[in-house]
């Protein structure tokens, strides 16, 4: 279904072109403002490095797409317990990529005209188009980056299959790269970068993947629970209860459940102490282990 939404998304090329274009220098004109506006210069720079232009070319065509099912194949086999929100997560992040490329269409630095930028893709022999995995790109939907936001989900989803091991660090290198190549092989915008993040993150906490409430946390992935046992109260705080209490508790003087009832107290003095009895449902009365033997209610 979202393929089928993207496809239609991307049907209205003609339509957008105008409003994607203006958009897109919009984006430059807030970077160069911000002093973020560094793909014109970076793309140059690796236009100049062939060896490095390949590399980054292939992380751009293959890592996008193949790693993240990968991932997701991973984690449906190995991690059952992520795996439905880290899916929830993934399927969030892009249905809101597709309602901004819908409603705020964004054309990339690769395709603005007299700019001067350098299509390192189309130069590797991908075409324009740029069609990972055999699926035609659209080619106004820059904002945000899915390349960043699903590499941020990659990075998460790997930290919570392997939440004991300090190798699982190293994801966070998969978004960094990511972040990089597809700046300087002009396909995003700084600025399309950090709208990519903020979209995934927003989508792992909604599903619960990083906060899940309820005293339920995700910390670097990892699921922690806090089970705190119930305090057990103590003898003398329970002087002034009530005998027969909706908590199914009462109380019996400490002699009647040492030595009977109305038993005197070896010691000559009465004995004011008392002892937490449980009444379960079946009208039985049971002394805890620790503190009396078994009484039977009248």
């Known amino acids: 279904m979202l393929l089928q939404v993207y496809g239609y998304i991307r049907s209205l090329a003609d339509t957008r072109y105008g409003p994607a274009l203006a958009h897109g220098r919009d984006v430059l004109s807030i970077e160069k403002h911000l002093g973020l506006d560094v793909e014109l210069r970076t793309n140059h ?44 997560a993934l399927v969030l992040t892009n249905l809101a990529g597709l309602v901004v490329f819908f409603v705020l269409p964004v054309m990339p630095p690769r395709l603005l005209p007299d700019e001067g930028f350098v299509d390192s893709v189309a ?36 930290m ?4 004991r091991y300090r190798v699982r660090w190293l994801a966070v290198l998969h978004p960094v790269v990511t972040a990089i190549v597809v700046v ?21 906490f909604g599903t619960g993947l990083v906060w899940a409430g309820n005293g339920t946390t995700y910390a670097a992935g990892q699921l922690i629970k806090r089970n705190r046992p119930a305090p057990v109260p103590d003898p003398a705080d329970l002087v002034d209860a009530e ?12 002699e009647q459940a040492a030595g009977g ?7 000559g003095a009465a004995t004011t102490a008392t002892v937490s009895l449980e009444r379960p449902p079946g009208g039985i009365t049971r002394a805890d282990p620790d503190k009396g033997p078994e009484l039977a209610s009248p």
Request: with cysteine; proline share 7%; glycine share 12%.
């Open 261 to 267: 009832v109305g038993g005197p107290n070896p010691g």
């Open 45 to 88: 720079w690796l236009t100049r490095h062939h060896d490095l232009s390949e590399v980054a070319v292939w992380i751009y065509q293959h890592m996008h797409t193949g790693f993240t099912m990968g991932i997701l194949l991973l984690c449906y086999l190995a991690g059952p317990g992520v795996y439905r929100p880290a899916r929830n």
């Open 160 to 163: 919570a299959l392997l939440p």
């Open 123 to 158: 130069m590797a022999g991908f075409g324009t188009v740029h069609s990972p995995g055999g699926v035609e790109a659209d080619q106004f939907a820059a904002m945000p980056s899915l390349h960043m936001g699903w590499a941020v989900w990659v990075a998460v989803v790997i």
């Open 243 to 254: 005998p027969g209490e909706a908590d199914g508790k009462s109380l019996v003087p400490a």
């Open 184 to 204: 300087i092989t002009a396909n995003h915008y700084v600025l399309d970068v950090i709208a990519g993040v903020a979209v995934s993150m927003a989508a792992l």
